[in-house]
C-alpha cells in the first residue's frame, strides 16, 4: 500500500500518460465510421503501392544502416588508421543534417538538371543518362546517410565496452580478426545494434519531407493527401492508425530480437586493438572518409554555395518573421515539455509505486508516435471538443460560437509534448538519480522542504541536465515537420515548413537559408554528444 505522501503523485502522473494515451484512444475511435466511397478509392489506387513502398524502405533502409553503421563503428572503434581520431567524432555530425534537408540537396545535385549531370553531359556528351534520381534507390540512399549515425553511435559504444580482454582470447584460439568480428564482437553488440536500428526504422516509418521531395509515396504523404485532398479527416485518422501499427511492429521486432542482453563485465577500452597499414589503411580511411562526405560536407558546401547565389536576398522581414515563430514555437514546447518531464521524474524518484512507474512509461510512449499520427489524432480529438463543447459552451454564455481548439497553438504545444517527452525524460531522470538520498533527508532535518528543498537543493544540481533536455527538445522541435505542417496556425510558418514549400517548388536555392539555419542549430546537440562520449571513453 502505498503512503499518502506518494498518492499525491497520482494525478499528475495518471493525467500526463492520458495525454500519450490520447491519440492512442482516437485512433481506435477513428475506426467506428469508415466513409467506403474514399477508403475503396484508396484501395484501388494507392494502397497496395503504399504498401509495396512502404516495405521497400524499410528493408532497403535496414540492410543500409546496418552496414554503415556497424562497419564505421567497428572501424573507428577497434583500428587504428590515418584519420581515425577526428573521423571517430565527425561521422556523428550528419545527426544535425534533417532528413528532408539531406533530401533536397541531393535531388537539387543530381537531378537531370543538375549540376552533376550537366556538367557529364558537357564532358562525355549530350546522349550521357544517369539513373533516375527520385526513385526507391535515390530515396533509400539519403535516409541511410540520415539514420545510420543511430546504429553507428549505439554499435560503436558496444565495442568499446567489450574490452580488450575478449578478443585477445578470441585471437588466442586461433581466430582471425574477422573470425573474431563474427563469432564475438557482432554477437554481444547486436542488442545495441537492434535498439539502433529499431530507432532508425521508426524515424523511416515517420519520415514525410524526404519521401515528399521524392514524389515517393508511403503512408505519410498518403496521410497529408489524404486530408488535404480528400478533406477527410477521419479516413486520415484510419491511415495514421495503420502507420502506428506498423511503429509497434518495430518495436515488438526489436524487443525480441534483442533477447536478454548481459552487459560487459570488463573495462572500456579506449585503444585500437588492431593496426592497419598499407592498402587496409588506405581503405579504411576512404571509406570513412567517403561516407562522411557524402552525408555531411558536400551538402554543407552546397547549401552554402545556393545561400551565396540566391539564399541570402531573402534576408528580409518575411524570414525574420520564420526565425521568430520557430523560436517561439522551440523555446514554448521545450519549456512546457521539460517541466512536464520533470514533474515525472519526480514521481518516479518519490513514489516509485508499480501505478507510478506504469504511468511514466506510458507517457514516454510518444517518442514512437510519427509526428503525422499525432497530429490528425490530436486534431480529431479537437475537433470533437469544439463541435460538443467549445461551441455549444460560446453560444451559451453570448460568444461567437467559433470553434477555439482546431488549428490553435495548444493543439500543436500537445502534440510537441507528447512527441518529445521521452527525450527530455532521459537527461532529467539521469541527473536525478545522481542526487543522493541522502542529501534532501539532510536538508529536511534542518527544516527545509516543500518548495524552498526544491529551489535550494534539487534545482542547482539539476540546472545541467536540464538545459541538456530542454536543448534536445528545442531542436526536435526546429526540426520537425509532419506536426508542424498538419497542425500549424494559419500565418504560423516556420523554417521546416518554408524548406517544405521551397522544395515542393522545386525552388532548391531559396531552401537552403532556412535548411543552413536548421543544420546550425542541430549541430549543438551533437557537439555536446561528442563531448559527453569523448568523456565516457577517456579521450
Known amino acids: 500500500m502505498s503512503h499518502p505522501a506518494q498518492r499525491r503523485w497520482y494525478p499528475i502522473s495518471f493525467l500526463i500518460a492520458a495525454l500519450v494515451l490520447l491519440p492512442l484512444s482516437v485512433l481506435l475511435f477513428s475506426w467506428s465510421s469508415v466513409d467506403t466511397e474514399i477508403w475503396s478509392h484508396l484501395w484501388d489506387t494507392q494502397m497496395p503501392r503504399l504498401i509495396g513502398n512502404t516495405l521497400i524502405l524499410l528493408a532497403g533502409v535496414s540492410i543500409g544502416v546496418v552496414l554503415l553503421g556497424v562497419s564505421l563503428a567497428w572501424l573507428t572503434s577497434l583500428c587504428e588508421f590515418p584519420g581515425r581520431r577526428w573521423l571517430d567524432w565527425a561521422l556523428m555530425l550528419p545527426f544535425a543534417i534533417p532528413a528532408y534537408v539531406l533530401a533536397f540537396v541531393f535531388v537539387g545535385l543530381l537531378d537531370f538538371a543538375g549540376p552533376v549531370q550537366s556538367l557529364a553531359r558537357e564532358w562525355f556528351g549530350s546522349g550521357l543518362r544517369f539513373p533516375r534520381v527520385r526513385s526507391s534507390g535515390g530515396v533509400i540512399i539519403v535516409l541511410v546517410l540520415v539514420f545510420y549515425p543511430y546504429v553507428y553511435l549505439l554499435a560503436r559504444g558496444a565495442f568499446l565496452a567489450q574490452g580488450k580482454g575478449l578478443m585477445e582470447a578470441a585471437r588466442v584460439l586461433g581466430q582471425s580478426p574477422w573470425q573474431a568480428f563474427w563469432r564475438v564482437a557482432l554477437p554481444m553488440a547486436r542488442p545495441a545494434i537492434g535498439a539502433g536500428l529499431a530507432l532508425a526504422l521508426m524515424e523511416t516509418l515517420a519520415d514525410f519531407g524526404a519521401v515528399a521531395v521524392f514524389n515517393f509515396d508511403t503512408f505519410t504523404t498518403a496521410i497529408y493527401k489524404t486530408w488535404y485532398g480528400f478533406y477527410s479527416l477521419s479516413s486520415a485518422t484510419q491511415l495514421a492508425s495503420l502507420l502506428l501499427l506498423a511503429v ?69 522581414e518575411r524570414y525574420l518573421g520564420l526565425i521568430l515563430h520557430t523560436l517561439y514555437l522551440g523555446g514554448m514546447a521545450a519549456l512546457i515539455t521539460v517541466t512536464v518531464a520533470l514533474l515525472l521524474a519526480f514521481a518516479r524518484r518519490l513514489a516509485p509505486t508499480r501505478a507510478i512507474r506504469s504511468a511514466v512509461g506510458l507517457a514516454n510512449l510518444g517518442y514512437a508516435l510519427p509526428g503525422s499520427v499525432l497530429a490528425v489524432s490530436i486534431m480529431l480529438a479537437f475537433s470533437y471538443l469544439d463541435r460538443h463543447l467549445v461551441i455549444p459552451l460560446s453560444s451559451w454564455v453570448g460568444g461567437a460560437g467559433k470553434p477555439l481548439l482546431l488549428g490553435s497553438l495548444s493543439a500543436l504545444l500537445l502534440a510537441y509534448l507528447v512527441r518529445f517527452m521521452a527525450v527530455a525524460y532521459g537527461p532529467l531522470e539521469n541527473s536525478l538519480a545522481r542526487i543522493r538520498p541522502s542529501l534532501p533527508e539532510a536538508s529536511r532535518s534542518l527544516g527545509v522542504g516543500g518548495p524552498r528543498l526544491f529551489f535550494r537543493v534539487y534545482l542547482p544540481l539539476l540546472v545541467p541536465g536540464t538545459l541538456s533536455a530542454a536543448l534536445l527538445v528545442f531542436v526536435d522541435v526546429l526540426k520537425e515537420m509532419p506536426a508542424t505542417l498538419l497542425m500549424r496556425p494559419f500565418g504560423w510558418d516556420t523554417l521546416a515548413v518554408r524548406v517544405f514549400e521551397m522544395t515542393s517548388e522545386g525552388e532548391w536555392a531559396r531552401a537552403a537559408l532556412p535548411a543552413l539555419t536548421l543544420v546550425l542549430v542541430g549541430l549543438l546537440p551533437v557537439v555536446g554528444l561528442i563531448r559527453r562520449s569523448a568523456r565516457q571513453i577517456g579521450h
Open 248 to 316: 509497434m511492429l518495430v518495436l515488438y521486432g526489436e524487443r525480441r530480437a534483442r533477447g536478454v542482453s548481459r552487459p560487459a563485465n570488463e573495462r572500456p577500452r579506449g585503444k585500437a586493438l588492431y593496426h592497419l597499414r598499407g592498402w587496409k589503411a588506405l581503405a579504411a580511411s576512404g571509406w570513412c572518409c567517403l561516407v562522411f562526405a557524402c552525408a555531411f560536407v558536400i551538402p554543407m558546401l552546397q547549401l552554402l554555395t545556393w545561400f551565396w547565389r540566391r539564399g541570402r536576398f531573402d534576408l528580409d
